[in-house]
């Protein structure tokens, strides 16, 4: 059997400007990069508070590699969970106010073995529209009965809480969502959870060190304690600069997740550096509000630019600041109008988006300099 059938469906992707290529980069992540050869102004990066290429989490990395070696060896329940792990789970325990965390290897996989461990056909799992692929997936995988309810609408999910007897009920968002910026309505959302009964699990990827005052993310940024936020899902690989994941949450809900989380179960562990790197980034991260704080002023002075040149934002507070450009031919052009002055921002189309609303999805760091910004302000003039 031939792959054509494959071949055509390709094609028509890059005909339907829908085409993804990868782009190899040859420098650390920061500001200003070096891709494919050239050297580009970055937009599209993660690492919201500039700490991947930090040089005492980079020290701590090193350091750490020289005790401990490269590869985790095996799975934290048989031989891997070394004493990095063990220590970045008592400080994330701390950081997020829960009883204990629980480290995975990525976002992906946490968010997996989470839902999987909690639910099965008896149950039912709640999902916002716009939720990240992960969290999707894992409610579809879980075999519960998967509804989603109307985006960050407290009252749509309580229509669709009070129609289902399932045994347990899982409502499961994004903190802030990663293609628009916004941030969840965790207060609604907890108190409909609570009237129902049911369980809230948020995914804070983007969240954690850009929000809050000590960088807590939104169950900070709401003050929510483990009551009225059950399942607090972070990862590692944005604003701490690092990579991997982790769930926090009560003693009861780790020992499941140890227990019958298959992801966490059947995985060779993190490596012990990325975890002893992580505990300097978490120190950073409470220690360096004005990170935060920087990052906030450059957030307002790039959508004041935009206002300026009547271009349409989403309604993001965070460092992820989509540009609305509808058709994915059209951003795709953008882009590359861009990237030929030397800025690189990544056109994002569908599926990761609905049809129609393809955007830049420009992000933003602490690492950025107000001149920056105003060069990708000045860019953006000249090919809108």
Same mark, same amino acid.
């Given at each position: 059997?031939?792959?054509?059938?494959?071949?055509?469906?390709?094609?028509?992707?890059?005909?339907?400007?829908?085409?993804?290529?990868?782009?190899?980069?040859?420098?650390?992540?920061?500001?200003?990069?070096?891709?494919?050869?050239?050297?580009?102004?970055?937009?599209?990066?993660?690492?919201?508070?500039?700490?991947?290429?930090?040089?005492?989490?980079?020290?701590?990395?090193?350091?750490?590699?020289?005790?401990?070696?490269?590869?985790?060896?095996?799975?934290?329940?048989?031989?891997?969970?070394?004493?990095?792990?063990?220590?970045?789970?008592?400080?994330?325990?701390?950081?997020?106010?829960?009883?204990?965390?629980?480290?995975?290897?990525?976002?992906?996989?946490?968010?997996?073995?989470?839902?999987?461990?909690?639910?099965?056909?008896?149950? @039912?799992?709640?999902?916002?529209?716009?939720?990240? @692929?992960?969290?999707?997936?894992?409610?579809?995988?879980?075999?519960?009965?998967?509804?989603?309810?109307?985006?960050?609408?407290?009252?749509?999910?309580?229509?669709?809480?009070?129609?289902?007897?399932?045994?347990?009920?899982?409502?499961?968002?994004?903190?802030?969502?990663?293609?628009?910026?916004?941030?969840?309505?965790?207060?609604?959302?907890?108190?409909?959870?609570?009237?129902?009964?049911?369980?809230?699990?948020?995914?804070?990827?983007?969240?954690?060190?850009?929000?809050?005052?000590?960088?807590?993310?939104?169950?900070?940024?709401?003050?929510?304690?483990?009551?009225?936020?059950?399942?607090?899902?972070?990862?590692?690989?944005?604003?701490?600069?690092?990579?991997? @994941?982790?769930?926090?949450?009560?003693?009861?809900?780790?020992?499941?997740?140890?227990?019958?989380?298959?992801?966490?179960?059947?995985?060779?562990?993190?490596?012990?550096?990325?975890?002893? @790197?992580?505990?300097?980034?978490?120190?950073?991260?409470?220690?360096?509000?004005?990170?935060?704080?920087?990052?906030?002023?450059?957030?307002?002075?790039?959508?004041?630019?935009?206002?300026?040149?009547?271009?349409?934002?989403?309604?993001?507070?965070?460092?992820?600041?989509?540009?609305?450009?509808?058709?994915?031919?059209?951003?795709?052009?953008?882009?590359?109008?861009?990237?030929?002055?030397?800025?690189?921002?990544?056109?994002?189309?569908?599926?990761?988006?609905?049809?129609?609303?393809?955007?830049?999805?420009?992000?933003?760091?602490?690492?950025?300099?107000?001149?920056?910004?105003?060069?990708?302000?000045?860019?953006?003039?000249?090919?809108?």
């Amino acid at each position: 059997m031939s792959f054509d059938s494959l071949a055509d469906e390709l094609s028509a992707r890059k005909l339907q400007s829908l085409y993804r290529q990868r782009r190899t980069l040859e420098s650390p992540q920061q500001p200003l990069v070096k891709v494919d050869g050239k050297e580009y102004l970055a937009f599209c990066s993660n690492d919201y508070l500039g700490l991947a290429n930090h040089p005492e989490v980079v020290s701590s990395f090193q350091n750490a590699a020289s005790q401990y070696g490269v590869g985790g060896g095996a799975s934290h329940l048989v031989n891997g969970h070394s004493e990095a792990h063990h220590e970045l789970e008592l400080a994330l325990a701390e950081f997020t106010g829960r009883p204990r965390a629980l480290l995975f290897s990525t976002g992906y996989m946490a968010n997996l073995g989470a839902v999987n461990a909690l639910l099965d056909k008896r149950d @039912a799992v709640f999902q916002d529209r716009l939720n990240h @692929a992960s969290l999707l997936d894992s409610g579809l995988l879980s075999g519960a009965r998967f509804q989603r309810y109307l985006h960050n609408d407290a009252d749509s999910l309580e229509k669709k809480l009070k129609r289902t007897e399932a045994r347990r009920k899982l409502v499961v968002t994004d903190g802030v969502f990663s293609m628009d910026g916004d941030v969840a309505d965790l207060p609604s959302l907890s108190k409909v959870c609570q009237r129902e009964n049911a369980w809230l699990m948020v995914d804070d990827a983007h969240g954690f060190g850009c929000l809050g005052h000590q960088g807590g993310g939104c169950a900070e940024y709401y003050g929510m304690d483990s009551d009225q936020l059950q399942v607090l899902v972070g990862t590692l690989g944005k604003g701490f600069g690092t990579a991997g @994941a982790f769930v926090a949450g009560s003693e009861e809900l780790i020992e499941t997740l140890i227990q019958h989380a298959r992801t966490y179960i059947y995985t060779t562990s993190m490596p012990p550096a990325v975890a002893a @790197a992580t505990l300097t980034s978490l120190k950073i991260i409470r220690t360096e509000s004005w990170r935060r704080e920087k990052l906030a002023s450059l957030i307002q002075q790039f959508r004041q630019g935009c206002e300026q040149l009547g271009l349409e934002l989403m309604d993001s507070p965070t460092p992820i600041q989509p540009i609305m450009i509808g058709e994915s031919d059209r951003a795709v052009a953008m882009s590359q109008a861009l990237e030929a002055q030397g800025i690189f921002i990544s056109a994002i189309r569908p599926p990761t988006v609905p049809q129609g609303s393809a955007r830049l999805r420009v992000t933003l760091s602490a690492a950025h300099t107000e001149a920056q910004i105003d060069r990708l302000l000045s860019a953006l003039d000249s090919v809108i």
